[in-house]
C-alpha cells in the first residue's frame, strides 16, 4: 500500500486523537541505505538513514508534522520557533500545508542557504536576530508564554513524539535494532527522540535496543564539556547550539543504553561531508556528516568493535547547504571553450590516467 504519512501509519504509537487533523507532506519512510564502501574500509556493517529525503529535506518534519496538528487541533492559528534552519523550513511547509502562520527567530548569517530559501518560499514571517540559536529560542520561549502562539521547537512533547517514529523505521527496515545508533547532537531532541522511540518499539515488539552513540560538534561540545557554551562556533551550522533544551535527556538516553557523547572536530565533519558523497553516493549536509564523523573516529578508537551493526542518522540533506559544499572545491571547475575537441583532449586525458 502507498505510505500515507507518519499520522496515519503510526497513529497507535503517536497522540493522535479523532480530533487530530490528518496533515501530511508524507514524511516518514526514508531508505535505510547500506554503505558497502565504508563498511569494507571500516571492518563494520554500516547503513545510513537518510532523512534528507523528507518533503522538507530533513528529520524535522518527523516532529513538526505531530506537533503543527497538535495545535491545530487545539485551535492554534500560529505557530513560532528559533531555528538553526531545519526546524524553521519543516514549520514554515507544515504551517503553510495547514494555512497557519509561522513566525521563525533565526540567528543572522548562521543559517545555511538553502534553508532560508525554503523559509522564504514557504511564506514564514521571518526574524533575524543578531545573536546566536540559544539566545534565540530562550526569546520564543518566552514570547509564546505570553501571546497565542504556539511554540514548535523540540520542548514541546509533540515534536519529540513525531521524531521518534524513525527509530520504528530503522528497527523494521533492518529486523532489530542495531549494535549503535550514531546520530548528531545540537539541541538533543533528535537523540532523545530516537531513544524514546527504540524503548516503545521494543516494549512492543522485542526489537532490541541500541547503544546510542551522540555527537556534538567541538566547538559547541556542551554536553561533553558539561559546560553551556556561551559563543558556539562550528561550521556545521545545525548544530551550532551551545545550551542544548534537551540536555538531561541526552544523557538519560547514553546512560540508559550505554552508550556516549562524544565530540567531532570541524577538521572531521568535513572530512565525513566529503566521504559520504564520493564514496557511497549520499549527499548529506554537515551537520549530519557528525555522525558519520563519529563512527569513523569511534571505529580507530576501538570504540565500536569490528563486525558491529552500526546505524548512522543522516538528519539533513546536502542541497541545503550548497556554500559549504562549493568551498570544499580546493580548484574551480576547468574552464574550457565551447569547442567538442577541446573538451575531449581533456576528458581523454583523464579517461586514460
Ligand atoms: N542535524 C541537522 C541537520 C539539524 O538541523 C539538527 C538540528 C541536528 C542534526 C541536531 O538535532 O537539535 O535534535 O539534537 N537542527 C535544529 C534546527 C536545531 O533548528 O533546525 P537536535
Redesign the pocket.
Known sequence: MTWQGLLKEYAELLPVTDQTPPLSLMEGNTPLLSFPTLSRELGIELYGKF??LNPTG???DRGMVMAVAKAIEEGSKSII??????????AAAYAARAGIRAIIV?PKGKVALG?LAQAVMYGAEIVEIDGN?DEALQMVRKISEKSAVTLV??VNPYRIDG?KTAAFEVCDQLGSAPDILA???????????YWKGFKEYNEKYQSGLPKMM?FEAEGAAAIVKNKVIEQPETI?T??R?GN???WEL?LNAKEESNGSIGYVTDDEIVNAFKLLPQKEGIF?????A??IAGVIQQVKSGSIPKGSKVVA?L??NGL?DPQTAIDQLSIDPVNLPNNEKAVMDYLEELITS
Request: some cysteine; hydrophobic content about 40%; charged content about 10%.
Open positions: 532523512e534528507g530533513s528529520f524535522k520557533c528559533a531555528s538553526t534552519g531545519n526546524t524553521s523550513a519543516a533565526i534553508k540559536f521547537n523540540s521524531q546520530i548528531p547532537v545540537g539541541n538533543a531532541g533528535n537523540i532523545s527522540a551522540g556545521a545545525a548544530i547550539i542544548p533544551a534537551s541526552a548529506a549536509e554537515p551537520g549530519s557528525a555522525s542518522v538528519t539533513g541545503k
